[in-house]
């Protein structure tokens, strides 16, 4: 069975570093074909991916987020840190993690998510 | 990036009916494309994958099809637990983009 678990604070000061923790287990990142995958969700809005590593340490960020992401890897503790740096009220969203599946040189799904953590940007 | 569009925003269908749910791609993805189930205060489920691959847990009654730009989600018989907002999401290209999702109500 694949869980995935979302830790971090609930409340960030604007332009403060916001760290998030994916603790997953059911698989390893270390197999081929494996990644994760960070998606936020603003209050009553779509969808938005953020970044992903893959099991070879390939690594993907959202352009949009101008370059304030960072994505690391812990294999041996099956976590992965997703930093978001100089927050701003835009970045309140439910942050999931979630487990990809990729069987091509393109990409993969979703295939399994976490819980989500509710993150507020106030001042 | 590639934009995905999702139509209707809103979809009532009567039980026991067949809901077709649209999303289309601004380029060619080929089949790579998977659909969500996201009830109120949860976390989106994964329902389709590789345009009409099948999660495990769904039944039947869903179904994906198409390729390049043109996707469908249907439902064949709706059910009352069917009442979710359903997305659609690339991943082609990164970064892998979702359709702003469809709200499917029973009527």
């Known amino acids: 069975q694949i869980t995935l678990k979302e830790s971090g604070p609930t409340l960030v000061r604007p332009t403060q570093t916001l760290t998030l923790t994916c603790t997953f287990s059911?698989?390893?990142?270390?197999?081929?074909?494996?990644?994760v995958g960070w998606i936020r969700q603003p209050p009553r809005k779509a969808l938005e991916s953020l970044a992903v590593i893959y099991w070879n340490g390939e690594r993907h960020y959202n352009p949009a987020l101008n370059n304030r992401l960072t994505l690391t890897k812990d294999a041996s503790f099956n976590e992965v840190v997703l930093t978001l740096a100089d927050v701003d009220l835009v970045d309140s969203a439910t942050y999931y993690c979630a487990h990809v599946i990729s069987t091509s040189t393109r990409g993969g799904w979703f295939a399994s998510w976490g819980q989500g953590d509710l993150l507020t940007v106030s001042s | 990036e590639i934009v995905m569009t999702q139509s209707p925003a809103t979809l009532s269908v009567s039980p026991g009916e067949r809901a077709t749910l649209s999303c289309r791609a601004s380029q060619n993805i080929g089949s790579d494309l998977a659909w969500f189930q996201q009830k109120p205060g949860q976390a989106p489920r994964l329902l389709i994958y590789g345009a009409s691959t099948r999660a495990t847990g769904f039944p039947a009654r869903f179904s994906g099809s198409g390729s390049g730009t043109d996707f469908t989600l249907s439902v064949s018989s709706l059910q009352s637990e069917d009442v979710a907002v359903y997305y659609c999401q690339q991943y082609s290209d990164w970064p892998y983009s979702f359709g702003q999702g469809t709200k499917l109500a029973i009527k």
């Open positions: 059911g698989f390893s990142l270390s197999t081929r074909g494996m990644g």
